[in-house]
């Protein structure tokens, strides 16, 4: 089969197109002809080196989400035959023709979604859910601070926190306010010209969110914990802008009962990762279609346009996700 590889960490510009043998079948395994796969900022790490070998996770072609259909079966799975429509996450292995995912994480596609659109769904989804509502607990009535809302998990979670009735406030580039308003946002900021920060308060009459959601890092930490209200939660969900300096006050932690809770998916076991699709899937799965949620397509490549795709990523020009077909 057709994969992209690598010889060496590198610029987008050292991904290829190689054969590669098909993958082998587990107990646990589905087989799966790829039609779609997502593009993930993991997926500039791998490239570049950040995990430190180039078979980080379940294989050494790199790719964390796929779209298509199942070709064979492991002896353990269940509930799934040859010839169904599938997307999910995978350990590694997205970037090719064909995968394998371990049938725990793979989920049906929703009727009246095509491979592009499922491709572009588990990733983000997957997360947003996790880090809104399974470990920051988000409530109907609550304020949320969402960074990055026209982004990949951040469109994601915009959408699910209007979906189950909260006051969504977002950050995004100033062009993409129409689009983040039609997720669901009920205020968008634009974070280039505004601090967010005078903003949240004066929206919030200084009382503070009772949750944010951010993939920035130590550039927002001060001011995401200053802007939580009593009891407030921050689920930090990446490190997009650094990690150096980030302080806060101590004292404010601990008299307003704040939490600050950090997730990564990548570096989780199997089996909390079974659990987060689960969760997922029973929620929000037949929610998604024409009039429910909807994944943000930002652009399309083909297979061998990787290194282009992963370069729109990288210069920052994606607005939703990027998916390559197969």
């Known amino acids: 089969m057709k994969a992209v590889t690598f010889d060496e960490f590198g610029p987008a510009d050292v991904l290829r197109i190689s054969e590669v043998p098909d993958p082998v079948p587990r107990p646990n395994d589905l087989i799966v002809r790829v039609r779609a796969a997502g593009v993930n900022r993991a997926d500039l ?5 950040g995990y430190g070998r180039p078979d980080f996770g379940d294989s050494s072609i790199m790719g964390l989400e796929i779209a298509g259909e199942v070709t064979a079966l492991g002896e353990n799975v269940r509930d799934y035959k ?10 590694g292995g997205a970037y090719a023709e064909v995968a394998r995912i371990d ?15 499922a491709a572009a769904i588990t990733e983000v989804f997957v997360t947003a859910h996790e880090a809104l509502i399974h470990l920051g607990r988000l409530q109907p009535g609550e304020i949320v601070l969402i960074h990055a809302g026209a982004g990949g998990v951040g469109g994601a979670a915009v959408q699910l926190a209007h979906a189950i009735g909260a006051r969504v406030i977002t950050t995004a580039r100033a062009p993409v306010h129409d689009l983040v308003l039609r997720l669901g946002a009920d205020h968008a900021i634009d974070y280039i010209n505004d601090d967010f920060a005078p903003v949240v308060a004066h929206l919030t009459d200084h009382r503070g969110v009772d949750l944010i959601l951010d993939f920035i890092g130590a550039p927002y930490f001060e001011r995401n914990v200053n802007a939580l209200a009593f009891g407030g939660r921050l689920v930090q969900v990446g490190i997009m802008g650094g990690i150096e300096n980030a302080t806060i006050s101590l004292e404010r932690l601990l008299y307003r009962h704040l939490q ?3 997730t990564v998916m990548k570096s989780r076991s199997q ?3 079974h659990g987060m699709s689960r969760r997922f899937k029973e929620r929000w799965l037949d929610k998604f279609g024409p009039n429910g949620l909807t994944p943000v397509i930002d652009s399309v490549f083909p297979l061998a346009e990787a290194g282009a795709a992963q370069q729109r990523m990288e210069d920052g020009l994606n607005v939703g996700k990027i998916v390559l077909t197969v």
């Open 82 to 91: 040859i010839g169904d429509r599938i997307m999910g996450i995978v350990g």
């Open 260 to 262: 600050i809770i950090g």
């Open 45 to 49: 790490t791998h490239r570049r080196g």
């Open 271 to 273: 089996e909390v990762k």
């Open 103 to 117: 049938y725990r994480m793979a989920m049906p596609v929703p009727d009246g979604l095509d491979y592009i659109q």
